[in-house]
T-cell receptor, first 117, second 109 residues
Framework: GAVVSQHPSWVICKSGTSVKIECRSLDFQATTMFWYRQFPKQSLMLMATSNEGSKATYEQGVEKDKFLINHASLTLSTLTVTSAHPEDSSFYIC?????????????FGQGTRLTVV | GIQVEQSPPDLILQEGANSTLRCNFSDSVNNLQWFHQNPWGQLINLFYIPSGTKQNGRLSATTVATERYSLLYISSSQTTDSGVYFCAVEPHSSYKLIFGSGTRLLVRP
């Protein structure tokens, strides 16, 4: 299957600082990537859809000014958590599809565990 | 939006037992995938199965799209099968993958 790499795997930051998480598709081009958030013992909740060369589409209730998404190339999307607070502590996971059509399999990065202190 | 329900929410098995996990969805879908989330949080792709039946070793899956459900079968369970199993669907005319609430499986030696 296709490989999606996410970095860093874990990060601890101070309240008020910003954190950037990278998501790369290593062996395929992904015009669309997705960012999810997962709280302990809960399911994955879609935060936003990242589109190469255009603005991200955010799900209802997700603050676009707090969670900045950039998809500058066909293999890289970044999520920046700005002015992080303890309630932003969570597990963030990215996903990419192997093509632009419907009916293609999605692959996931290994996730980033963010702790804000 | 589409609703994705998984059952049972929790399952405890003795090693060697078989089990069936179910995923119901409320609307037509283009895509359905099953994942296993390991203790480190990594999502492992198990099946890409919008319809029909597939098998991979001790695991198999069946999706009946017209009746809006999918089943994941685990045979001869092993302790390494423990973790959370998610199904996720792509609603019709949408490119998003929506996750169910998961089934938490514990296999005891």
């Amino acid at each position: 299957g296709a490989v999606v790499s996410q970095h860093p795997s874990w990060v601890i930051c101070k309240s008020g600082t910003s954190v950037k998480i990278e998501c790369r598709s290593l062996d395929f081009q992904a015009t669309t990537m997705f960012w999810y958030r997962q709280f302990p013992k809960q399911s994955l909740m879609l935060m936003a859809t990242s589109n190469e060369g255009s603005k991200a589409t955010y799900e209802q209730g997700v603050e676009k000014d707090k969670f900045l998404i950039n998809h500058a190339s066909l293999t890289l999307s970044t999520l920046t958590v700005t002015s992080a607070h303890p309630e932003d502590s969570s597990f963030y996971i990215c996903s990419a599809r192997g093509g632009t059509e419907l009916n293609t399999e999605a692959f996931f990065g290994q996730g980033t565990r963010l702790t804000v202190v | 939006g589409i609703q994705v329900e998984q059952s049972p929410p929790d399952l405890i098995l003795q090693e060697g037992a078989n089990s069936t996990l179910r995923c119901n969805f409320s609307d037509s879908v283009n895509n359905l995938q099953w994942f296993h989330q390991n203790p480190w949080g990594q999502l492992i792709n198990l099946f890409y199965i919008p319809s029909g039946t597939k098998q991979n070793g001790r695991l198999s899956a069946t999706t009946v799209a017209t009746e809006r459900y999918s089943l994941l079968y685990i045979s001869s369970s092993q302790t390494t099968d423990s973790g959370v199993y998610f199904c996720a669907v792509e609603p019709h005319s949408s490119y998003k993958l929506i996750f169910g609430s998961g089934t938490r499986l514990l296999v005891r030696p």
